[in-house]
């Protein structure tokens, strides 16, 4: 089965982590909240703390001010539609919340921008 382009963003941005910060990827933790389930699936899910608007990933290491970051990852060249917008805005909810109780978030477009984000949140500990 072919990989979805935010997959292989996400992949590629883990294994430059792995190879340029391996003290940080090492509490690299991948939420899986994408993907179909029944319904019985998806309640039983939600039940065992699936999070609809959860970030892609969920790095469990302190920087600066901030516990741990979360990091949606986007595809190269993704677009806010009318058809995402919703889903968007219940992810960007997700990040302020986080935000408020002490977590680094960002919405990554691309490789470059998951780069550009872990180095701003890495930053953030010297």
Not at 119 to 125: D, G, Q, R, S, V
């Amino acid at each position: 089965m072919a990989l979805k382009p935010e997959q292989t963003v996400q992949i590629n941005f883990v294994n430059w982590l792995k190879h340029n910060y391996p003290e940080v990827s090492c509490h690299v933790i991948m939420i899986g909240n994408e993907g179909k389930r029944s319904v019985q699936g998806h309640q039983t899910a939600k039940r065992m703390g699936l999070h609809k608007f959860a970030s892609d990933l969920f790095i469990a290491y302190p920087s600066g001010e901030f516990h741990g970051a979360f990091i949606e990852v986007k595809k190269e060249g993704w677009k806010l539609l009318p058809s995402n917008e919703e889903h968007t805005q219940g992810q960007l909810d997700f990040l302020e919340r986080m935000l408020k109780t002490g977590y680094f978030g960002k919405v990554c477009i691309g490789l470059e921008s998951c780069k550009s984000a872990i180095e701003e949140y890495i930053a953030l500990k010297q």
